[in-house]
Nanobody, 124 residues
């Protein structure tokens, strides 16, 4: 069974950092582009960052450029999202998603496989 599991969320003060992990089971992430998305209460799901199968190509939403970094470790079958300089506007449930069709990656939620999400709350 194909499964993605996010972890690393939590409560952090403004200006703080978190590293989210997206671990895959039942399939090999090497063949999938991975996207990170987030959804705040009352808002639509938005693309945050994504990384191509090889890791050579990455994309970031304008709101997180310079603060977030996406990486992948195919040996560990895991993708990471390092989040720095967090603000209350980053508060949301964060989801990772996998898609085999893309040669690079996209920030629209057109991915076949999704994790259950991890809550990130930025508050003092």
């Amino acid at each position: 069974q194909l499964q993605l599991v996010e972890s690393g969320g939590g409560l952090v003060q403004p200006g703080g950092s978190l590293r989210l992990s997206c671990a895959a089971s039942g399939f090999t992430l090497d063949y999938y582009a991975i996207g990170w998305f987030r959804q705040a209460p009352g808002k639509e799901r938005e693309g945050v960052s994504c990384i191509s199968k090889s890791g050579a190509s990455t994309n970031y939403a304008d709101s997180v450029k310079g603060r977030f970094t996406i990486t992948r470790d195919n040996a560990k079958n895991t993708v990471y999202l390092q989040m720095n300089s967090l603000t209350p506007e980053d508060t949301a449930v964060y989801y990772c998603a996998a898609e085999s069709r893309y040669s690079t990656c996209v920030l629209i939620p057109n991915y076949n496989y999704w994790g259950q999400g991890t809550q990130v709350t930025v508050s003092s």
